[in-house]
């Protein structure tokens, strides 16, 4: 397919239809074998990019043209290889690979994958991953996580996170877990969604769901909460995290099984602003409680939230309030994301209808104000 050889810089590869890159071993040479790389890398050479591409794509967009590998970085000294991105079409597809999406290898760190879909790898069923890292044993297979990090190989071996619950609420859906890595380090973790899980537990990543950044403390854990994009409850959502700056990226993590929730209903209204206001958890009846998010909202600014049981739309800062007020209370300020949670809400002593709606200091807009979409929360008995 594409080789590269040593002394390669400033390198692009953008937009390219690869695949069906298979060698068939004849007599007296490897009779019997199948060979081919799609994307290969040997020798040393920095700052190479591959964007846009679909490895493994037939012209209608289905797996039928995988090679052997993928991409292929063997024991190569490369650095700052940048394989997609986070902008708008920057991502490559790689799928229908007899055995791994992407490799690499022992010898490689700062190896970037951003906003790829990588799927339907590992087709001969050889246990093969969607994205593996090599190490100094040239195992292959999934590669455990370890203690602050600390070992050798493709990418420095770099931990993938844990992603612990994924539910599909309102506005996208909600991955929370940990990852434990090298102390005091920032990191990109990135999220996707799947129909089925691989084989081995360990991703793959058809959709991408989005990015969050989080920084390890002194023991090399970081927490993480986030709303990302859309999956259906029964996806299978996975995740990677890249060491910043250097770029190095993870293998896959182990994937979780997207669940419904049971989600206050989006009355709409709002006004200026992007704030997305959502409670989903268990049913709020006795004994249930249920979280309340505010995302999307202007970074580190206040937040009032009014709760009414009567919903009487009402014309203010340019937007529509919903609930005539029974309390209205000062949440907090919003967090460097721009996302705030105020919860459990407990519910009991119902049925009852609450209507709820946030107003956010936001200056970037006349009124001063924005304020978040209304939603009516229903209180079991």
Not at 152 to 164: D, E, M, R
Not at 198 to 205: C, E, R, V
Not at 208 to 221: K, Q, Y
Not at 223 to 240: E, M, P
Request: hydrophobic share 35%; aromatic share 8%.
């Amino acid at each position: 397919g594409i080789e590269f050889l040593d002394g390669n810089v400033g390198t692009r590869v953008r937009n390219n239809l690869i695949g069906g890159i298979l060698g068939r071993g004849q007599p007296p040479h490897w009779a019997g074998t199948v060979w081919g790389w799609a994307v290969y890398f040997s020798g040393n050479g920095n700052d190479i990019e591959l964007t846009g591409n679909t490895i493994g794509l037939d012209v209608n967009g289905d797996p039928t043209l995988g090679s052997v590998w993928g991409i292929h970085t063997d024991n190569s000294l490369y650095t700052d290889v940048r394989i997609g991105g986070m902008g708008p079409g920057e991502g490559n597809v790689i799928a229908g690979h007899l055995l791994t999406g992407i490799t690499i290898g022992r010898g490689n760190r700062g190896v970037r994958l951003a906003g790829n879909s990588i799927h339907s790898n590992a087709t001969s069923g050889s246990g093969f991953l969607g994205i593996d890292l090599i190490g100094t044993d040239l195992a292959t297979g999934v590669t455990p996580n370890d203690p602050l990090d600390e070992d050798l190989g493709g990418n420095g071996l770099q931990n993938y996170p844990v992603i612990a619950t994924a539910v599909s609420e309102m506005g996208g859906t909600r991955i929370q877990g940990a990852l434990d890595s090298a102390p005091n380090q920032t990191y990109t973790l990135e999220f996707f969604a799947s129909p089925t899980c691989d084989p081995t537990g360990f991703g793959q990543g058809s959709t991408p769901l989005g990015f969050a950044t989080v920084t390890t403390d002194s023991g090399g854990h970081a927490a993480f909460d986030v709303l990302v994009g859309t999956s259906s409850a029964g996806d299978f959502v996975s995740s990677t995290a890249t060491l910043e700056p250097e770029g190095s990226t993870s293998e896959f993590s182990a994937c979780v099984q997207t669940t419904g929730s049971t989600c206050a209903t989006n009355i709409g209204f709002g006004g200026p602003g992007s704030s997305v206001l959502s409670l989903c958890g268990t049913p709020l009846g006795t004994g249930g409680s249920a979280t309340l998010n505010l995302d999307s909202a202007p970074a580190n600014e206040p937040v009032w939230i009014t709760f009414g049981p009567t919903n009487n739309p009402t014309p203010l800062f340019g937007g529509t309030v919903v609930p005539v007020p029974g309390r209205t209370m000062f949440l907090g300020m919003t967090a460097a994301d721009g996302t705030l949670s105020f919860g459990p809400i407990l519910g009991g002593g119902g049925p009852a209808t609450i209507y709820a709606q946030a107003a956010v200091r936001d200056p970037s807009i006349p009124t001063g104000f924005g304020i978040s979409n209304a939603i009516e929360i229903q209180f079991l008995p």
